[in-house]
């Protein structure tokens, strides 16, 4: 399984730009990684966004829908609240702080787009 989190603060979504592999550099995400053996997926969420942005979260309800990906895994997302520590692109090119309008108008990967009706209700809208 792959986790994703969706940081909301001041209904703002945070986007975060892949810098690999090649077919997926410069696209944007939902941060998040792969669950480790013996990790729950909130616990290997925590964990992706404390290792990719140097933040400490709390994970929230899960996003409606998961989404199958190439090579049998499957791709959640969860809404997480941040405790502490200012995101940073310690794994991605870039960060951007996106509102409905932003959200929509970016080039996501096609994995998380299924996300964006529901993400888009939550932001502040142009
Ligand atoms: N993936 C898709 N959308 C996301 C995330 C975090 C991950 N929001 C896909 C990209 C990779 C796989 O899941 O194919 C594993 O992700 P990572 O460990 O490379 O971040
Ligand atoms: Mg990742």
């Given at each position: ?96 702080w996106v509102d409905a309008r932003g959200l929509v108008g970016a080039d996501l990967v096609d994995a998380d787009r299924a996300w964006v009706p529901e ?8």
């Amino acid at each position: 399984m792959v986790v994703a989190g969706a940081l909301v603060a001041n209904g703002l979504l945070l986007l975060a730009q892949r810098s690999r592999p090649p077919e997926l550099a410069g696209m944007w995400e939902l941060p998040g990684g792969k669950v480790e053996p013996g990790e729950s997926p909130e616990g290997a969420l925590e964990r992706e966004l404390r290792e990719e942005l140097g933040v400490e979260t709390v994970v929230g309800q899960q996003l409606a829908g998961d989404v199958d990906l190439a090579g049998g895994l499957v791709l959640r997302a969860y809404r997480v609240e941040l405790m502490s520590g200012t995101p940073a692109p310690l794994d991605h090119s870039d960060l951007r702080w996106v509102d409905a309008r932003g959200l929509v108008g970016a080039d996501l990967v096609d994995a998380d787009r299924a996300w964006v009706p529901e993400l888009s209700g939550m932001l502040r809208q142009p």
